[in-house]
């Protein structure tokens, strides 16, 4: 087997959780471990030869020759950018981990085995591990919410378990379908020469097989109006396992459909494409006006971020470089926020004990740190220039309105039109929860004696919005890494 | 130094000042109104040198998106004269305000926060004036938007703040929403999101005018928004619950003009489209400068009042884009505005903090004698608000109504009626404020300001004066075209204006204790307040609640919850099926709903 710097990507926080289960000082090495996982995702993008391009840091060790199943690794510009998402949100989510009462081994065990899940989804090059790599994920996501839950957490955890199976499982069925669908003597798990064979033409498995994936991938994603597992999930969740899934984990799905779809589906793509339109508005107004009516922060939320995901299916539906360069942009701007919005929700659930818009209010002048990274928080939510999210979606925007011409509007620009209100609700739910709880008058869950932030929390939700802050001055950062990967498309 | 990098020195020092003053003073007050304060003076500096050195041009970009071959957005600086003018203007009046502030905030517990957010607001402000593309215009409109909110939320244990910055927000917001969608619409038809290159390419449009009228107009949402123009000028009144050094600056002097700025800007974009984009902008300005004047008219909180005149005022300015054969007769009355509004709203602050926070002018009178350097100089900026000749605004404003009166006939009525509710306004506030006697124990007590709040008054006042005659507008503006009204049209104002001023001084000069004259239609301003507040609660709650119910009962509920009280009748059906669990009915359930929908209604 070839060594590769992803095998340790993989390794470091397996073995951290390893050591977490057996009983070490949990959160001394996870926070060690993730750190490390966060320098390496690092390195692994400076030392990415940007010249040569393509699938870089590639491992192959064939486990089932039979089956052409091979243990591979490797990475390009878009896994890279995932990858670091991957590792800062994990970085964030242990630092922001208050003391766990049961188990607190078990805890930090499950969001390291979370973050094993998502980095060997997005640095497999293999079919069959990509997909086994996320399944993996959803275990430590049942055991967080059914465990350390609030609510009816049992019930939840296993409604957003057979909920995600389900989608799985379709997924499953799609991606055997892509898999039978190449010629007997190509036949490969191989994503690259998926790829390759779907860039030349010898791979068409069918508007079907495309379904599958975009409705198994889709019911990942949260897409509407199979989105009612995650507002409910995020909401139970604790905050560090919220973050992660919201943040990291559903964009596997996204990354799905861009590593698969993109490539091997254009045509399907574009035929399907009204009805992907109808979908994300969906899921940006319908969802939006839900969001709109949510009387807790939590649930507002998860419910945000099941809105966004409706841009990020307009840059797909636009099928051309700008919008598929903003769809990742924006997949990795929107894992950073919600990441962030989800640590400060938690902060403020420990302080008052409740997230009832009703009982909360008035708190930044108690807790004016907390205010003020909520307030950072929130903006990048609403997709304030300034953070990368608005980057992303204004390629998004761009990328989408190009599709059509001059003169009458098309189903494009109409999409991209009623999706651009979509940043009138956000800003609606957004500053409405701002004012709820943190201005106007004192809420009765507000006491005089609650603590500002501490200086551990401040940080790491720090190191998430300067990030998003970097990225967002330098979009460029990113989309030197992600503009080749798109660069074969038409305008 | 390089002169090339003055503008990057002055677009830049606000931003690292509000950084300084976030990061490492946001618990030292003093410390950071001085960090604000001398970036301010050295962004006001600079701006002078680059306004007095015609020939500079900054050819310099920094690239912010980059898609090799496909799509580009630099940020890049434009020098001409629009933005020279501009930057003196934006910078020099910030820092008497930043100076007043030290005055007015004193004994706040949030100056760090103030300033850093006042810095934030001078970057964003700077970065309108300099930008030469429309998304780098975005860019920083959305950042003014988003200062305005923390300023104008200042007071944000204050309910009737809290809405005031989220509505400003808000309201903004939706006129974003149209000026980004007039961006994408203009950016497909010329390939370009620069200034320059939108205009060159225009050409190729001119085949489809529906399309480029309708990017025109959804460009001037984003006017409508931040000017504060009718419909969406609500915001702009309640934006009054800021501090008034930030009414000043921010929703007065420079940063609801930015819409007019942004017209000025992309004026040869607004002659190139079919004239019906000219006649609709005319129409907002003309109804917004009527409207607001009848409701500044009746308005009892002195910064409402002059709230009302400033939206008033921005119509003025609009309406001149309508009118005019140039962006000039507009900007002249901005720039005018800039310096009499600025120093009515600093005069009001003067006499508010006099009064111990007292606002209702129905508790103030007989200021004259008690305050005279806040009065004198508020007579003075008041004479100019209402075009008393001689003083700064009559200059501008007429020239605005005269060009209507050449161009569109009914647009001069309307305009110069307007002239007529002016001048009740403004005499109405200053005989109430300043003459009669004291209605209330404040008044009876008050003292002149100190002098760190009256030499910005004096020195505001100056330009208030004397910013309209002809040898000191030469130093700013290029010899404009003449409207070319004959001296009917100019008799006509002058005759409105001395209605307007008689009628104010039948009704408020013998110091009534109250308006003699009360119209709740005029009080309550035209109710339109109203209908917002009905809009949202109603409406976009109704809806939300709606989708809500929707979404936990029929989307969650019935394909989960609701089937499992069905299953037993539809058992044999899923056993069929070979799948034994709901989520999978509501799969197949939503699937074929979606199906359904889909053939109906694309096949």
Same mark, same amino acid.
């Given at each position: 087997?070839?060594?590769?710097?992803?095998?340790?990507?993989?390794?470091?926080?397996?073995?951290?959780?390893?050591?977490? $289960? =057996?009983?070490?000082?949990? #959160?001394?090495?996870?926070?060690?471990?993730?750190g490390?996982?966060?320098?390496?995702?690092?390195?692994?993008? =400076?030392?990415?030869n940007?010249?040569?391009?393509?699938?870089?840091?590639?491992?192959?060790?064939?486990?089932? =020759?039979?089956?052409?199943?091979?243990?591979?690794?490797?990475?390009?510009?878009?896994?890279?950018?995932?990858?670091?998402?991957?590792?800062?949100?994990?970085?964030?989510?242990?630092?922001?981990?208050?003391?766990?009462?049961?188990q607190?081994g078990m805890?930090?065990?499950?969001?390291?085995?979370?973050?094993?899940?998502?980095?060997?989804?997005?640095?497999s090059?293999?079919l069959?591990?990509?997909?086994?790599?996320?399944?993996?994920?959803?275990?430590?996501? @049942?055991?967080?919410?059914?465990?350390?839950?609030?609510?009816?957490?049992q019930?939840?955890?296993?409604?957003v378990?057979i909920?995600?199976? @389900?989608g799985?499982?379709?997924?499953?069925?799609?991606?055997?379908?892509?898999?039978?669908?190449?010629?007997?003597?190509? #036949?490969?798990?191989?994503?690259? $020469?998926?790829?390759?064979?779907?860039?030349?033409?010898?791979?068409?498995?069918?508007?079907?097989?495309?379904?599958?994936?975009? @409705?198994?991938?889709?019911?990942?994603?949260?897409? @509407?109006?199979?989105?009612?597992w995650?507002?409910e999930?995020?909401?139970?969740?604790?905050a560090?396992?919220? $973050?992660?899934?919201?943040?990291?984990?559903?964009?596997?799905?996204?990354?799905?459909?861009? #590593?698969?779809? %993109?490539?091997?589906?254009?045509?399907?793509?574009?035929?399907?494409?009204?009805?992907?339109?109808?979908?994300?508005?969906?899921?940006?107004?319908?969802?939006?006006?839900?969001?709109?009516?949510?009387?807790?922060?939590n649930?507002?939320?998860?419910?945000?971020s099941? $809105?966004?995901?409706g841009?990020?299916?307009?840059?797909?539906?636009?099928?051309?470089?700008?919008?598929?360069?903003?769809m990742?942009?924006?997949?990795?701007?929107?894992g950073?926020?919600? =990441?962030?919005?989800?640590?400060?929700?938690?902060e403020?659930?420990?302080?008052?004990?409740?997230?009832?818009?009703?009982?909360?209010?008035?708190?930044?002048?108690?807790t004016?740190?907390?205010?003020?990274?909520?307030?950072?928080?929130?903006?990048?939510?609403?997709?304030?220039?300034?953070?990368?999210?608005?980057?992303?979606?204004i390629?998004?925007?761009f990328?989408?309105?190009?599709?059509?011409?001059?003169?009458?509007?098309?189903?494009?620009?109409t999409?991209?039109?009623?999706?651009?209100?979509? %940043?009138?609700?956000?800003?609606?739910?957004?500053?409405?929860?701002?004012?709820?709880?943190?201005?106007?008058? #004192?809420?009765?869950?507000?006491?005089?004696?609650?603590?500002?932030?501490?200086?551990?929390?401040?940080?790491?939700?720090?190191?998430?919005?300067?990030?998003?802050?970097?990225?967002?001055?330098?979009p460029?950062?990113?989309?030197?890494?992600l503009?080749?990967?798109?660069?074969?498309?038409?305008? | 130094?390089?002169?090339q990098l003055?503008?990057?020195?002055?677009?830049?020092?606000?931003?690292?000042?509000? &950084?300084?003053?976030?990061?490492?003073?946001?618990?030292?007050?003093?410390?950071?109104?001085?960090?604000?304060?001398?970036?301010?003076?050295?962004?006001?500096?600079?701006?002078?040198?680059?306004?007095?050195?015609?020939?500079?041009?900054?050819?310099?970009?920094? *690239?912010?998106?980059?898609?090799?071959g496909?799509?580009?957005?630099p940020?890049?600086? /434009?020098?001409?004269?629009?933005?020279?003018?501009?930057?003196?203007?934006?910078?020099?009046?910030?820092?008497?305000?930043?100076?007043?502030?030290?005055?007015?905030?004193?004994?706040?517990?949030g /100056?760090?926060?103030?300033?850093?957010?006042?810095?934030?607001?001078?970057?964003?402000?700077?970065?309108?004036?300099?930008?030469?593309?429309f998304?780098?215009?975005f860019?920083?409109?959305?950042?003014?938007?988003?200062?305005?909110?923390?300023? /104008?939320?200042?007071?944000?244990?204050?309910n009737?703040?809290a809405?005031?910055?989220?509505?400003?927000?808000?309201?903004?917001?939706?006129?974003?929403?149209?000026?980004?969608?007039?961006?994408?619409?203009l +950016?497909?038809?010329?390939?370009?999101?620069?200034?320059?290159?939108?205009e060159a390419?225009?050409?190729?449009?001119?085949l489809?005018?529906?399309?480029?009228?309708?990017?025109?107009?959804?460009?001037?949402?984003?006017?409508?928004?931040?000017?504060?123009?009718?419909?969406?000028?609500?915001?702009?009144?309640?934006?009054m619950?800021?501090?008034? *050094?930030?009414s000043?600056?921010?929703?007065?002097?420079?940063?609801v003009?930015?819409?007019?700025?942004?017209?000025?800007?992309?004026? *040869?974009?607004?002659?190139?489209?079919?004239?019906?984009?000219?006649?609709v902008?005319?129409?907002?300005?003309?109804?917004?400068?009527?409207?607001?004047?009848?409701?500044?008219?009746?308005?009892?909180?002195?910064?409402?009042?002059?709230?009302?005149s400033?939206?008033?005022?921005?119509?003025?300015?609009?309406?001149?884009?309508?009118?005019?054969?140039?962006?000039?007769?507009?900007?002249?009355?901005?720039?005018?505005?800039?310096?009499?509004?600025?120093?009515?709203?600093?005069?009001?602050?003067?006499?508010?903090?006099?009064?111990?926070h007292?606002?209702?002018?129905?508790?103030?009178?007989?200021?004259?004698?008690?305050?005279?350097?806040?009065?004198?100089c508020?007579?003075?900026?008041?004479?100019?608000l209402?075009?008393?000749p001689f003083?700064?605004?009559?200059f501008?404003?007429d020239?605005?109504?005269?060009?209507?009166?050449?161009?569109?006939?009914?647009?001069? +009525?309307?305009?110069a009626?307007?002239?007529?509710?002016?001048a009740?306004?403004?005499?109405?506030?200053?005989?109430?404020?300043?003459l009669?006697?004291?209605?209330?124990?404040?008044?009876?007590h008050?003292?002149?300001?100190?002098?760190?709040?009256?030499?910005?008054?004096?020195i505001?006042?100056?330009p208030?004066?004397?910013?309209?005659y002809?040898?000191?507008?030469?130093?700013?503006?290029?010899?404009?075209?003449?409207?070319?009204?004959?001296?009917?049209?100019?008799?006509?104002?002058?005759?409105?204006?001395?209605a &307007?001023?008689v009628?104010?001084?039948?009704l408020?000069?013998?110091?009534?204790?109250?308006?003699?004259?009360?119209?709740?239609?005029?009080?309550?301003?035209?109710?339109i307040?109203?209908?917002?507040?009905?809009?949202?609660a109603?409406?976009q709650?109704?809806?939300?609640?709606?989708?809500?119910?929707?979404?936990?009962?029929?989307?969650?509920?019935?394909?989960?919850?609701?089937?499992?009280?069905?299953?037993?009748?539809?058992?044999?059906?899923?056993?069929?099926?070979q799948?034994?669990?709901?989520?999978?009915?509501?799969?197949?359930?939503?699937?074929?709903?979606?199906?359904?929908?889909?053939?109906?209604?694309?096949?």
């Amino acid at each position: 087997m070839t060594p590769s710097p992803l095998l340790s990507l993989i390794l470091i926080p397996l073995v951290t959780a390893l050591f977490c $289960m =057996a009983g070490a000082a949990p #959160r001394r090495i996870s926070i060690f471990g993730a750190g490390a996982n966060l320098l390496l995702s690092l390195y692994l993008l =400076a030392s990415y030869n940007q010249a040569i391009g393509g699938f870089q840091f590639v491992s192959e060790n064939p486990l089932f =020759a039979a089956y052409g199943i091979s243990f591979s690794l490797g990475v390009d510009g878009l896994s890279l950018v995932l990858l670091l998402l991957c590792t800062l949100v994990t970085f964030a989510a242990v630092w922001v981990t208050p003391k766990i009462e049961k188990q607190e081994g078990m805890f930090y065990a499950c969001l390291l085995f979370i973050s094993v899940g998502a980095v060997g989804a997005f640095a497999s090059i293999d079919l069959f591990f990509f997909y086994a790599f996320h399944e993996l994920a959803l275990i430590p996501t @049942f055991l967080l919410i059914g465990i350390w839950g609030s609510g009816e957490r049992q019930r939840i955890a296993w409604k957003v378990t057979i909920y995600l199976a @389900f989608g799985s499982f379709i997924l499953l069925l799609g991606l055997i379908g892509l898999w039978l669908a190449a010629p007997d003597n190509l #036949r490969s798990l191989d994503i690259r $020469m998926l790829q390759q064979l779907g860039y030349a033409g010898l791979l068409s498995p069918g508007p079907a097989v495309y379904l599958l994936l975009l @409705f198994g991938f889709g019911i990942l994603i949260a897409l @509407f109006p199979f989105h009612t597992w995650a507002p409910e999930a995020y909401a139970s969740a604790p905050a560090p396992a919220a $973050m992660l899934h919201a943040g990291v984990l559903k964009k596997f799905g996204l990354y799905g459909l861009l #590593r698969l779809a %993109v490539p091997i589906f254009p045509a399907e793509i574009q035929q399907f494409a009204h009805l992907l339109l109808v979908l994300l508005l969906g899921n940006i107004l319908y969802v939006g006006f839900v969001t709109i009516a949510q009387k807790r922060l939590n649930l507002m939320l998860g419910y945000s971020s099941v $809105m966004h995901m409706g841009y990020a299916f307009l840059g797909l539906a636009a099928l051309n470089q700008l919008g598929l360069g903003g769809m990742a942009l924006m997949m990795f701007a929107h894992g950073l926020t919600i =990441a962030a919005l989800f640590a400060l929700c938690g902060e403020i659930a420990r302080r008052t004990g409740t997230l009832e818009f009703s009982e909360l209010g008035g708190m930044a002048g108690i807790t004016p740190k907390l205010g003020l990274l909520f307030g950072f928080a929130a903006m990048a939510s609403v997709g304030l220039p300034g953070f990368s999210s608005f980057a992303g979606e204004i390629l998004i925007f761009f990328g989408a309105f190009a599709r059509g011409a001059t003169g009458c509007f098309n189903w494009f620009q109409t999409a991209t039109a009623l999706a651009l209100w979509g %940043v009138v609700i956000s800003a609606v739910y957004m500053l409405r929860a701002y004012r709820r709880v943190f201005w106007g008058g #004192r809420g009765t869950a507000v006491k005089d004696e609650i603590a500002d932030i501490s200086a551990g929390s401040r940080w790491a939700i720090i190191l998430l919005l300067a990030a998003l802050l970097v990225t967002g001055f330098r979009p460029g950062l990113l989309l030197e890494y992600l503009n080749p990967v798109f660069a074969y498309l038409p305008q | 130094m390089d002169p090339q990098l003055y503008p990057w020195i002055i677009l830049f020092t606000p931003l690292a000042a509000a &950084g300084v003053i976030l990061f490492v003073f946001s618990r030292r007050p003093t410390a950071a109104g001085s960090i604000a304060v001398v970036a301010a003076v050295l962004a006001c500096f600079l701006s002078w040198r680059v306004f007095l050195d015609p020939s500079l041009t900054v050819t310099a970009q920094i *690239p912010w998106i980059e898609i090799p071959g496909v799509f580009s957005v630099p940020i890049g600086i /434009i020098l001409d004269n629009l933005s020279r003018v501009m930057l003196v203007v934006v910078t020099s009046i910030a820092t008497l305000v930043f100076i007043y502030s030290a005055g007015y905030m004193r004994g706040d517990e949030g /100056i760090p926060r103030y300033y850093a957010a006042l810095c934030l607001f001078l970057f964003s402000m700077l970065g309108i004036v300099l930008a030469d593309n429309f998304v780098m215009m975005f860019i920083f409109w959305e950042l003014v938007g988003v200062s305005s909110y923390i300023l /104008i939320g200042h007071y944000f244990r204050k309910n009737s703040a809290a809405d005031a910055g989220k509505q400003a927000f808000l309201v903004n917001r939706v006129g974003d929403f149209g000026f980004m969608l007039g961006i994408l619409m203009l +950016w497909l038809a010329t390939g370009s999101v620069v200034f320059s290159a939108v205009e060159a390419n225009l050409s190729s449009v001119t085949l489809h005018p529906g399309y480029l009228t309708a990017a025109c107009l959804l460009v001037f949402c984003g006017t409508i928004g931040k000017s504060a123009q009718m419909p969406l000028h609500v915001w702009l009144p309640n934006s009054m619950e800021g501090p008034t *050094p930030v009414s000043s600056l921010l929703h007065a002097a420079t940063m609801v003009a930015a819409g007019v700025y942004m017209l000025a800007r992309i004026f *040869p974009v607004l002659l190139a489209a079919p004239e019906v984009v000219r006649e609709v902008i005319l129409w907002i300005g003309a109804v917004t400068c009527f409207a607001a004047g009848l409701m500044a008219t009746q308005q009892d909180d002195i910064k409402r009042i002059l709230a009302y005149s400033t939206i008033s005022q921005l119509g003025y300015m609009v309406v001149g884009i309508g009118v005019a054969s140039t962006a000039d007769a507009a900007m002249f009355h901005l720039f005018t505005h800039a310096f009499f509004k600025c120093l009515l709203f600093l005069c009001a602050g003067s006499v508010i903090i006099a009064l111990h926070h007292e606002q209702d002018i129905w508790k103030m009178g007989g200021l004259l004698r008690r305050m005279p350097v806040t009065a004198l100089c508020m007579l003075a900026g008041g004479l100019a608000l209402a075009g008393t000749p001689f003083f700064s605004g009559s200059f501008s404003k007429d020239n605005i109504i005269e060009w209507a009166w050449m161009n569109n006939r009914a647009g001069f +009525w309307v305009t110069a009626s307007a002239v007529f509710l002016t001048a009740i306004y403004t005499f109405r506030l200053l005989f109430v404020v300043f003459l009669g006697r004291p209605r209330g124990e404040h008044a009876e007590h008050a003292k002149e300001s100190p002098l760190v709040m009256t030499l910005p008054l004096v020195i505001l006042a100056v330009p208030a004066v004397i910013a309209g005659y002809p040898w000191f507008r030469r130093f700013f503006f290029e010899e404009m075209p003449h409207a070319g009204a004959p001296a009917a049209a100019h008799t006509i104002i002058l005759a409105f204006l001395g209605a &307007g001023a008689v009628l104010a001084a039948l009704l408020y000069l013998r110091g009534p204790a109250k308006d003699p004259v009360r119209i709740p239609l005029f009080a309550n301003r035209l109710y339109i307040d109203n209908f917002y507040d009905w809009l949202v609660a109603r409406v976009q709650g109704g809806l939300a609640v709606l989708s809500s119910w929707f979404d936990r009962w029929i989307i969650d509920g019935v394909f989960a919850t609701g089937a499992a009280r069905t299953v037993w009748a539809a058992g044999y059906v899923l056993r069929l099926l070979q799948v034994g669990n709901l989520q999978a009915y509501a799969f197949f359930f939503g699937a074929g709903v979606v199906a359904v929908l889909y053939f109906l209604v694309f096949r």
